[in-house]
């Protein structure tokens, strides 16, 4: 069982920073792809940033140039910063992880997807 511990979270006001974690623990082999999600109320989840396993970014246009996402592969750990933080950033962020458990001859690995429980982002002056 993996689980992941999300921490950060809290209130700023407009043009505020947080820094976001989010911790692996666990059964892992390894870590693959990575990355922030965020709801807010009445609206879908949407994906904020992701990291892949050697390093490459992808960000929603609404947070580029503002949000910087980075891993810790020796610590199981994805951050994302948060800079210049606007009313509409206000959400529940979600961390997500693709985690490889283990590796096998006769099938290869075997690889889950794995969500916080969240953290409360809010944005207000």
């Known amino acids: 069982q993996v689980q992941l511990a999300e921490s950060g979270g809290g209130l700023v006001q407009p043009g505020g920073s947080l820094r976001l974690s989010c911790a692996a623990s666990g059964i892992i082999f390894s870590m693959n792809a990575m990355g922030w999600y965020r709801q807010a109320p009445g609206k879908e989840r949407e994906l904020v940033a992701t990291i892949s396993s050697l390093g490459s970014t992808n960000y929603a246009d609404s947070v580029k140039g503002r949000f910087t996402i980075s891993r810790d592969n020796a610590k199981n750990t994805v951050y994302l910063q948060m800079n210049n933080l606007k009313p509409e950033d206000a959400a529940v962020y979600y961390c997500?992880?693709?985690?490889?458990?283990?590796?096998?001859?006769?099938?290869?690995?075997?690889?889950?997807?794995?969500w916080g429980q969240g953290t409360q982002v809010t944005v207000s002056s």
């Open positions: 997500n992880a693709m985690v490889t458990t283990e590796l096998t001859w006769t099938r290869g690995p075997e690889i889950y997807e794995f």
